[in-house]
């Protein structure tokens, strides 16, 4: 299916790996892909949020909330253990980053993949099912964010309904966007 | 850690959210450095027999666990 993706869409895809990873993330989930349709830029999926009066900079602080888990270090610090410390005294054994670069230390994964989780599929499986409904013959960045749009696709659902940005709303909108414009 | 005092809230902290967090986080550091280590000492040319006995643990165990990663 990756095929009937627009550039713009695939960006969005491969950009949702870097996000995840930014945030060090063990699976690629919804609000990764959300984080990075936000950072593409001039899409009509930018232009309906928009509408909605939501900004990136809105999505991304709501992201950003979501990660309340303590933090490796914090954890080691209730122990008296200072991890930026042994951080430090590796990497002037070892060289900068050679603790992190450790298998161990991605979870054992091989580096530059992190697999996509179920919410994730869901949101790419719903995005293609919003361009038929549509009769898109393509699947763009406005056909990702309305995939998004639907209760089984995790955080970024969440984010967007507590933006008020409605499903049946963005819908036309994009019906509206996309008989004036190019797909994007 | 520098704050002395505050470690010492911390530690004695019987909530078993922070305790077990610290743990975890302890066993990824721990496995970390073992990897870092496993790996320079094969570099240098040590034997799975002398890295399992300064790890005290079988060369069969160290052998499998590190094999898949090449060193």
Known sequence: MFERFTAKAREVVVGAQAEGKARGADAIRSEHLLGSLVHVPDTLALMVLTGFSVTPAHVLADIDALGATPSDSEALASIGIDLDEVRRQVEEAFGPGALDRTMAARGGRRRGHTPFDRSAKKVLELALREAIALHHNYIGTEHILLGMLHSETGAAQRILAARNVQQHVARIMVEELVRGKRAG | ?71
Do not use: C
């Not at chain 2, 790996?39 to 590190?66: C, D, F, M, P, T």
């Open chain 2, 1 to 71: 850690m520098t704050d002395a005092t505050e470690v010492a809230a911390a530690a004695s902290n019987r909530d078993p959210a922070i305790g077990l967090a610290a743990v975890a986080s302890l066993r990824e550091l721990l496995e970390s450095l073992e990897e870092l280590q496993v790996g320079n000492a094969r570099e240098l040319g040590w034997s799975w027999q002398q890295i399992a006995e300064s790890l005290r643990v079988s060369k069969q165990a160290v052998h499998k666990k590190y094999r898949r990663l090449g060193f």
